[in-house]
């Protein structure tokens, strides 16, 4: 953000700044919805939304206080515990997984189309703030080895997670358990689902692997958090003037209270935020 004021300018690259910024509390606003259910599933909907919000906003907002190497440090081995139990979630719900055929067409060739340029929207928005969380590297690190490590982590992670969710979508198809499930607690309730009708001890331990699967949105929100007063005091030069945990402070509670505002819209709210975030991101990914 301080680097593409060479580029636009002071005052137009205070207002990319402003717009990541935007981005930030919106990405928190969204994992922390999207954890929020998996935590009402995981309480049996006995907790209130809004205090599931406001638990996971609260955990990372406390963590990005911590600094800069406690946040290396939670990100760098959280997703070694994640994965596994990503794992244990798909073999669970494989049996109840349905291959639904996808017509063709120019209509769908359009829908797929659109979708992948979504998805290139929600992954590019990791380049504006990814300085932020490469300031202490050394000097002569390899370009090749950096990119290639951060390209195939991206990409791994976001083509498994969406295989995941989207093979789990497939068994609410004619299903009225997991139909049920998902219009309670969303993907939470999908979650739970898995692990149904399998006895009381799987059962338990569904509720294990939700609670950790709860603590990954916290991993994911984490940098927004963090990296939301950086570029806030990237807008212009008064904003330097603010002490950056003021910006961060005042983020947090943008972020839960529009969480907890939305939290019976969360489908629609993402994908209106992720659309918006492949309008805006592409061309600017580009022009980068």
């Not at 990319?16 to 990405?27: E, K, Q, R, Y």
């Not at 906003?57 to 959280?78: D, M, N, P, Q, T």
């Not at 969480?259 to 022009?287: D, K, M, Q, T």
């Amino acid at each position: 953000m301080t680097l593409s004021r060479y580029a636009f300018g002071l005052i137009p690259g205070g207002f990319l700044a402003f717009i990541n910024v935007l981005t930030c509390i919106g990405w928190s606003m969204v994992n922390t919805m999207a954890g929020a259910e998996v935590f009402y599933s995981l309480t049996d909907t006995k907790c209130p939304l809004a205090v599931c919000i406001l638990i996971l906003a609260i955990g990372s907002f406390v963590i990005s206080f911590l600094g800069y190497k406690w946040i290396h440090l939670y990100e760098r081995y959280s997703w070694l515990v994640m994965y596994p139990f990503f794992a244990i979630l798909a073999g669970f719900g494989a049996s109840h997984m349905q291959n639904l055929p996808m017509g063709s067409g120019k209509t769908e060739m359009a829908d797929v189309m659109s979708f992948g340029a979504t998805c290139l929207g929600y992954a590019v928005t990791w380049g504006p703030f990814s300085a932020d969380y490469s300031v202490y590297m050394k000097e002569d690190m390899s370009v090749a080895r950096l990119f290639n490590w951060t390209y195939v982590s991206l990409v791994s992670a976001q083509i498994l997670i969406m295989w995941l969710g989207a093979a789990f979508m497939t068994c609410v198809a004619g299903n009225a358990d997991w139909q049920a499930a998902f219009d309670t607690a969303g993907a939470g309730g999908l979650m739970n689902e898995a692990f149904q009708g399998h006895g009381a001890g799987v059962n338990g331990f569904g509720k294990f692997v939700q609670l950790v699967l709860v603590l990954s949105t916290i991993a994911v929100t984490i940098p927004n958090v963090y990296s939301m007063g950086l570029s806030m005091q990237n807008v212009g030069l008064w904003a330097i003037k603010v002490p950056r945990f003021i910006w961060t402070t005042i983020g947090f509670i943008i972020f839960t209270v529009a969480a907890i505002a939305g939290r019976e819209h969360f489908a629609s709210i993402l994908e209106n935020f992720l659309n918006c975030l492949a309008y805006w991101y592409n061309p600017v990914s580009r022009l980068g």
